[in-house]
């Protein structure tokens, strides 16, 4: 393909859904460009778990085989009771997960997938713009701080607080009611020199821990939920308290104040929910990732939803050109990220008792479920798990 025929892609964000996007279009033979503000790309500690439809999707990026080779292969996700540490709920993952999805189950710190998508996209030929920020779009351009960037698609990849976002009319976020505290230990600081080869939910009263290993088990994420009146900001890089979160967990179960006391530093960021926009796309821009359908954490589908956004998008532009792909694409998404929205929503209730009293019943409730009904219980979440965006109807 000449230069001349080529055709261009602006993606604005360097993160993870940005470099999945920029990769899904270079390996299609576009010129991709990818614009971020930051002078370097980096992510601050943290882990995210890549279920099957995430394993899916890097697949098709032509990265799945080394997302599951740095990943933690998980045995299980247990749910258990704040104070007592009894067992509500136990889904086994590997390896029972890949023969009912198709693809394993993996954890993996956000810095070593960032580094496997980083590698392949310049290996693909991608065009990383550092220190330069997203302004805006334009008719036929992506508008930065150092001048129009012209291109056939713009892709919006810029996070929750996306300057593109409000070019598809978004609204102001609202306040969740939840703080989210985030930080990495070391497992040779924890009793017994390592962690649960589990992710592990702990569930109480207007609060909730989760924390899984990353790294062959060397080190453990946690992510501590906790109910607040009030918040200033979105973003996740501000400093927290470690004692004052380890105060907020005092009278819980001994291994999960375990985690907690490891922790010598920790980040917060308040939860956000966004009114879902009327549509992802205006002109040849297209959102992705959480400037589309930012969502809460609670099924750990964030980083998954943007690489299933890549894949399909660029699938459906290289089947229907650019004005009719952008159509297709968000017809084939918006119903699943809205849907995955609010489930999240709900999972989150779900996890928070309002009193401790109210913990009992919904623990009960669970741990009934859970062994009346292990067939389904096993199938909650298969529809999350079981979709294939390579093969998605665009």
């Known amino acids: 393909m000449s230069d001349r025929a080529q055709r261009s892609v602006a993606v604005a964000g360097g993160g993870l859904g940005g470099l999945a996007a920029a990769l899904a279009f270079a390996r299609m033979g576009w010129r991709a460009t990818v614009v971020e503000r930051a002078e370097a790309l ?12 995430a394993i899916k999707a890097l697949d098709h990026l032509g990265v ?14 247990e749910l258990r009771a704040w104070r007592s540490g009894r067992l509500a709920w136990r889904l086994a993952l590997n390896p ?14 956000r810095a070593d997938m960032l580094d496997i998508l980083l590698r392949a996209a310049l290996a693909a030929g991608v065009e990383l713009r550092l220190g330069c920020e997203a302004l805006g779009v334009s008719e036929d ?6 001048g129009p960037l012209r291109a056939d698609l713009i892709v919006g990849a810029d996070g929750v607080r996306s300057r593109l976002r409000a070019a598809a009319g978004a609204s102001s976020p609202r306040f969740s009611g939840n703080v989210a505290f985030r930080g990495l230990v070391r497992a040779d600081r924890l009793p017994g020199g390592a962690a649960p080869p589990c992710a592990t939910v702990w569930m109480g009263p207007r ?4 924390h899984y290993p990353l790294r062959g088990g060397e080190i453990v994420n946690f992510v501590a939920v906790i109910e607040r009146a009030a918040w200033t900001e979105e973003g996740w890089s501000r400093p927290g308290d470690p004692e004052a979160l380890r105060a907020e967990f005092a009278d819980w179960h001994p291994q999960a104040r375990a985690i907690l006391d490891a922790a010598d530093e920790t980040f917060e960021w308040g939860l956000f929910g966004h009114a879902p926009l009327p549509s992802w796309r205006r002109g040849r821009l297209a959102l992705l990732g959480d400037a589309a359908h930012p969502t809460t954490p609670f ?39 809205t849907r995955l929205q609010q489930a999240a929503r709900r999972t989150g209730r779900r996890f928070h008792a309002r009193t401790a009293l109210d913990g009992l019943a919904k623990f009960a409730a669970l741990e ?7 067939g389904r219980a096993a199938a909650l979440n298969d529809w999350i798990y079981g979709y294939d965006p390579a093969r998605a109807p665009v």
Do not use: C
């Open 64 to 77: 799945g085989d080394e997302a599951r080779a740095a990943g933690f292969a998980p045995q299980a996700v």
């Open 368 to 374: 009934l479920f859970a062994r009346l009904a292990p």
């Open 141 to 146: 351009a992506l508008q930065t701080d150092r």
């Open 96 to 109: 029972q997960i890949e023969r009912r999805h198709g693809a394993p189950y993996r954890q993996i710190h």
């Open 299 to 337: 099924l750990a589908q964030g980083a998954a939803m943007a690489f299933e956004d890549a894949v399909v998008l660029s699938r459906a532009v290289a089947a229907h050109g650019v004005a009719d792909g952008l159509a297709a694409y968000e017809a084939a998404r918006k119903p699943r990220a």
């Open 42 to 53: 980096r992510e601050v500690g943290a882990g995210i778990q890549l279920s099957p439809n």
């Open 207 to 210: 609060r909730h821990l989760v």
